[in-house]
């Protein structure tokens, strides 16, 4: 091998060490990770004959936008009904000794698994807006109603800032629950996700896909190196 082509060649293979470590060293900054928790629920459980339960969802992702879906089943799903609510429950702390002890509607009897600090109620008649709650010790207090969700062919999808929850890590648990709307307040529940007693919903950190293509490339790179690096050079020669 010439001397021009064996610099060519230790150039080529520290071109090819810059690549691999810097694709390594971004790879979970572009693969910023995500959270997600997601549960069923039975088909044919809500007490009402409607709007019943099968899915719901809570998504982070990197931008810092949380949203949260509900899914009923087929041939159940009334959209618009008036008095009625869908809401999510938040253990944003996973500490059934914060909150509100259990879920609400549901006395404590959920003490012992779940402490509701927020709550979110989608309200669908008249106008599809969202309302945000948080326990101050007490009670709920009202925060903001500012939220439009969004009507599928099954369900809502609502989307709002994580950070509007009071939190940055998406980290939490959750439950949901289908809720009537009676006089004076009074209110029942006709469903719920997950079902009374049974563990809540966790959020859990999800590597996003485009890490792992970072990391891919970035580590088969690593492997040419490694390769390149056991082959031997020729002695040099001048020329
Ligand atoms: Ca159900
Ligand atoms: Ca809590």
Same mark, same amino acid.
């Given at each position: 091998?010439?001397?021009?082509a064996?610099?060519?060649r230790l150039?080529?293979?520290r071109?090819?060490?810059?690549?691999?470590?810097?694709?390594?060293?971004?790879?979970?900054?572009?693969?910023? /990770?995500i959270y997600?928790?997601?549960?069923?629920?039975a088909t044919?459980?809500?007490? /009402?004959g409607?709007?019943?339960?099968?899915?719901?969802s809570?998504?982070?992702?990197q931008?810092?936008?949380?949203?949260?879906e509900?899914?009923?089943?087929?041939?159940s799903?009334?959209?618009?009904?008036?008095f009625t609510?869908?809401?999510?429950?938040?253990?944003l702390?996973?500490n059934?000794? *914060?909150?509100l002890p259990?879920?609400?509607?549901?006395?404590?009897s959920?003490?012992a698994i779940?402490g509701?600090?927020?709550?979110?109620?989608?309200?669908?008649f008249?106008?599809?807006?969202?309302?945000?709650?948080t326990?101050?010790?007490a009670?709920?207090?009202?925060? *903001?109603d500012n939220?439009?969700?969004? *009507?599928?062919?099954?369900?809502?999808?609502? /989307?709002l800032p994580l950070?509007?929850l009071?939190?940055?890590?998406?980290?939490?648990?959750?439950?949901?629950?289908?809720?009537?709307?009676g006089?004076?307040g009074?209110t029942?529940?006709?469903?719920?996700?997950?079902?009374?007693?049974a563990p809540?919903?966790? *959020?859990?950190?999800?590597?996003?896909?485009?890490?792992?293509s970072?990391?891919?490339?970035g580590?088969?790179?690593?492997?040419?190196v490694c390769v390149a690096?056991?082959?031997?050079?020729?002695?040099?020669?001048?020329?």
């Amino acid at each position: 091998m010439t001397m021009t082509a064996r610099i060519a060649r230790l150039l080529n293979v520290r071109l090819l060490l810059s690549i691999t470590c810097v694709l390594i060293f971004v790879s979970p900054v572009f693969g910023d /990770t995500i959270y997600f928790g997601s549960a069923t629920d039975a088909t044919g459980d809500s007490t /009402t004959g409607n709007n019943d339960l099968v899915f719901a969802s809570a998504g982070i992702d990197q931008a810092g936008v949380l949203t949260l879906e509900a899914r009923f089943a087929p041939g159940s799903f009334l959209p618009r009904l008036p008095f009625t609510r869908t809401d999510f429950y938040f253990d944003l702390d996973r500490n059934p000794a *914060t909150g509100l002890p259990g879920t609400p509607l549901n006395g404590d009897s959920e003490s012992a698994i779940f402490g509701t600090d927020t709550q979110v109620q989608l309200i669908p008649f008249p106008d599809s807006s969202a309302s945000l709650l948080t326990w101050n010790g007490a009670d709920f207090t009202f925060v *903001t109603d500012n939220y439009t969700f969004t *009507t599928v062919a099954d369900g809502y999808n609502l /989307t709002l800032p994580l950070l509007d929850l009071g939190i940055t890590d998406g980290r939490f648990n959750f439950k949901v629950a289908y809720v009537q709307v009676g006089f004076r307040g009074f209110t029942t529940i006709s469903d719920r996700l997950t079902n009374l007693n049974a563990p809540s919903v966790s *959020t859990t950190a999800v590597p996003e896909p485009t890490s792992f293509s970072f990391l891919a490339i970035g580590l088969t790179l690593l492997l040419l190196v490694c390769v390149a690096s056991l082959i031997e050079f020729p002695p040099m020669s001048f020329d």
